[in-house]
């Protein structure tokens, strides 16, 4: 069942894991637009960043900002597929997906590719 515009809404075992640990970090999540975002940010009652905007179209964060949130440790996970398209959102916002599936480890919780931005792959940020 779709919520607010079509906002999928995560299963149990992905809320749980995005509601731990919340209070470390400004966002729990981020995803390429709004649409995205919602759902998962209804579900936890937390802050989840809408990569792009309201559709994801806008330049910001650019992928130097991103960078900068995820070695402060601002950001907790990037969160892909359920509805998320690699060739969707703007330039910035495909360079950022592109950054985080290079640089850190993709796993699948509730049927959403979730990457963990606390533990890049291989050590390096």
Do not use: C, K
């Not at 981020?30 to 919602?38: F, I, M, Q, Y």
């Not at 509805?83 to 950054?99: D, T, V, Y």
Request: proline residues 4%.
């Amino acid at each position: 069942m779709g919520g607010l515009l079509d906002a999928r809404t995560p299963d149990a075992e992905l809320v749980a894991l995005l509601t731990a640990d919340a209070a470390d970090h400004t966002w729990v999540g981020a995803t390429v637009g709004s649409n995205n975002a919602a759902g998962y940010q209804l579900a936890t009652e937390l802050p989840v960043m809408a990569i792009g905007g309201f559709n994801g179209s806008d330049p910001a964060p650019t992928l130097a900002r991103f960078q900068e949130y995820v070695r402060a440790g601002e950001i907790h996970y990037f969160l892909g597929g359920g509805g998320f398209r690699a060739n969707g959102g703007s330039q910035a916002a495909q360079e950022i997906a592109a950054w985080v599936a290079e640089n850190f480890t993709a796993r699948t919780v509730g049927g959403t590719t979730v990457y963990d931005l606390t533990e890049p792959a291989g050590g390096a940020r």
